[in-house]
Nanobody, 115 residues
Framework: QVQLVESGGGLVQPGGSLTLSCTAS????????MHWYRQGPEKQRELIANIFSDGHTNYADSVKGRFTISRHDVNNTMYLQMNSLKPEDTAVYYC?????????WGQGTQVTVSS
């Protein structure tokens, strides 16, 4: 079965850290362009980071310097290390895998930043 499964969300205090995971089955992540999106309450879905098959990464200004996207090819998993979290980072976080033939989405994982 081809699918992406996110995990690692939860409740964290401002200034804290979380690491999200996106584990793939049925596809080889290293062959895809991988994205992390998020959608906050009453907000549009926002692209926050991506990693290409060659390892090149990009970040939205809103997370640059605080979040790190990475991919572990042996585990076939993509990660999003989130540091210095702010209340405005509260959102459902989604991973997305794109190739010429596929556009796959995970189910999302909730991140809530609150004291």
């Amino acid at each position: 079965q081809v699918q992406l499964v996110e995990s690692g969300g939860g409740l964290v205090q401002p200034g804290g850290s979380l690491t999200l995971s996106c584990t793939a089955s049925g596809i080889q992540l290293s062959l895809y362009t991988m994205h992390w999106y998020r959608q906050g309450p009453e907000k549009q879905r926002e692209l926050i980071a991506n990693i290409f098959s060659d390892g090149h990464t990009n970040y939205a200004d809103s997370v640059k310097g605080r979040f790190t996207i990475s991919r572990h090819d042996v585990n076939n998993t993509m990660y999003l290390q989130m540091n210095s979290l702010k209340p405005e980072d509260t959102a459902v976080y989604y991973c997305n895998a794109v190739s010429r033939a596929r556009d796959l989405w995970g189910q999302g994982t909730q991140v809530t930043v609150s004291s």
